[in-house]
């Protein structure tokens, strides 16, 4: 009997070994004449086991974490491949891990369990039922079940999608877009890396969706440059699509039409904000545009379009196939579905979690990070991006929701949390939040490019004591004209970290000179 052993093909698995524990598996297996099958899996999103190699059993997928090329030999003499769980690395049934158990998947669900190319597993684990159901509704029904499900923008402004999407539809065009943007670029972010290398299909079809929904012909993958990986694995699923049926001039023999193509990023952090992007696609410098006119109404090559984050158009499938109430039952408030949560920084188990919003911020950190990875005291939490504010223990219990966080003056935005313990400098991070903002800024407007120069100079007088007080005062002002007169949320949101810092940890930005 051939043994099936998954060794996921994801950036992370990949940067600690994966190649070399899947080529070392296959050698070994045929030294000992032992039959095997090595699929390429997404990650599981537990990735500080990572790789994660899984083996089929009469009783399920029988993991073994972090392994090793080195390890390979050992595990056979273990009888591994049969599942056998004596030896160290091994971790047991992987779906009976409480870490998986306790999530409600429903965007990540096939994610680490399929071969992320692999057409046929897509369509075995409800993939197309989306699409299928679409191709039989009106555009404005789509629209519907999308506005019932409650889905708000997941890349920051959370923005009902089902409003944006019926301001595309209901304005008049021959050529309307649908663009995905995919340049993750916010610090302890990679849900939209693992859809993209994990279920590329899902986002495939939720932008095929988009476009049945708006009448929309054309899709852009906005991509940054540095996923190389998720690069490779979309245009491979792509030309899947197409050669299926999926995307081209008659999908499914509909009649309806979808092309879909990736494009390469800038590497600029500023081709995240929408219209910057857009120029950006344009092949022109990425700059912010002036809104209004928004983009559903005037966006890509002056047409309607319709501008999403990849978690926003990989929910698209679930919510067509199981219907928008289905999705809305998720979730608390004004916040319904689930949100994928990253666990970055100073965490043990760092990874991704998807859950219902509801979940407190501590509850996320201490049931399923475990805590800080130095095991020293946690004092502080980025969630949101280099944007987001720094929140103290105080905060720390606040529910995962976009309008409890705002009500805290934090962000949630794309979910990435990124964890400091104690000795961290947090004056020192209120200084990086303003020195980020002026390497990343465009330039276009005043308040963030000469905000951003000012706000360095201003705070490194601060920690060398020099004026310190009228500094400080100068600081605060500086910060209230940079929300109020930005043009975009670059220069808006970047006083946010710094405001956080002087307020709960006024000390430390003191820190090198105190008061003079």
């Known amino acids: 009997m051939t043994a099936r052993i998954y060794v996921p093909c994801d950036t992370t698995a990949l940067s600690l070994g994966a190649d070399r524990v899947a080529e070392a598996i296959q050698l070994e297996a045929e030294k000992r004449d032992i039959p095997i099958e090595i699929i390429r899996n997404g990650s599981r999103g537990m990735l500080w086991l990572e790789p994660l190699v899984e083996v089929q059993t009469t009783r399920g997928r029988i993991g073994y974490a972090a392994v090793e090329a080195t390890q390979v030999e050992a595990l056979f003499d273990a009888d591994f491949v049969s599942g056998d769980e004596q030896h160290p690395a091994c971790i047991g049934l992987v779906e009976a891990m409480p870490y998986l ?31 299928k ?33 019926q301001t595309v539809l209901d304005t008049p065009s021959e050529q309307k877009y649908i663009v995905c943007n995919a340049d993750e670029g916010d610090s302890g972010t990679f849900a939209d890396r693992l859809v993209m290398e994990c279920d590329p299909f899902m986002l495939i079809e939720g932008m095929t969706i988009a476009g049945l929904a708006v009448h929309a012909t054309q899709g852009y993958i906005y991509l940054r440059s540095e996923y190389p990986v998720a690069h490779k694995l979309l245009n491979e699923a792509i030309e899947k699509a197409y050669q299926a049926g999926y995307l081209g001039d008659d999908i499914l023999g509909s009649g309806k039409h979808f092309d879909l193509e990736v494009r390469l990023g800038a590497g600029a952090y500023i081709c995240g904000e929408e219209t910057s992007l857009l120029d950006s696609l344009e092949g022109k410098r990425g700059l912010v545009r002036a809104k209004p006119p928004l983009p559903a109404i005037i966006g890509l090559f002056g047409q309607p379009t319709v501008v999403n984050n990849v978690l926003s158009l990989a929910a698209i499938p679930f919510i067509l196939d199981k219907g928008g109430q289905a999705y809305a039952d998720y979730g608390m408030g004004r916040s319904r579905g689930t949100l994928p949560l990253q666990l970055a920084g100073n965490v043990k188990q760092g990874g991704m979690v998807e859950l219902a919003f509801g979940i407190t911020l501590r509850e996320l950190m201490e049931d399923f990070g475990g805590g800080t990875l130095s095991g020293r005291p946690l004092k502080a939490v980025q969630v949101g991006g280099p944007l987001g504010a720094y929140m103290p223990a105080s905060q720390w219990d606040t529910p995962v929701d976009y309008e409890e966080f705002s009500a805290v003056d934090a962000v949630l935005g794309h979910g990435g949390v990124v964890m400091f313990d104690d000795t961290v ?92």
């Open 133 to 165: 159901n679409a191709l039989k509704l009106e555009p404005q029904q789509i629209v519907d079940e999308v506005k019932d499900s409650g889905l708000r923008g997941r890349g920051g402004a959370a923005f009902p999608t089902g409003i944006k999407w």
């Open 101 to 131: 158990k306790k999530q409600q998947r429903l965007t990540f669900a096939r994610a680490g369990i399929t071969d992320p190319v692999s057409l046929n597993d897509y369509e075995s684990l409800d993939g197309y039922r989306g699409l």
């Open 425 to 516: 400098d947090m004056g020192e991070q209120a200084r990086f939040s303003m020195e980020f903002c002026k390497i990343e800024s465009c330039g276009k407007c005043t308040p963030c490019r000469i905000g951003s120069t000012r706000g360095v100079e201003v705070i490194e007088r601060i920690r060398d004591g020099n004026n310190a007080d009228k500094n400080w005062t100068l600081l605060e002002d500086l910060c209230d004209t940079m929300i109020d007169g930005s043009l975009c949320a670059m220069g808006g949101m970047t006083p946010f970290p710094v405001q956080s810092v002087m307020k709960y940890f006024p000390d430390e930005l003191r820190a090198q000179g105190g008061k003079a």
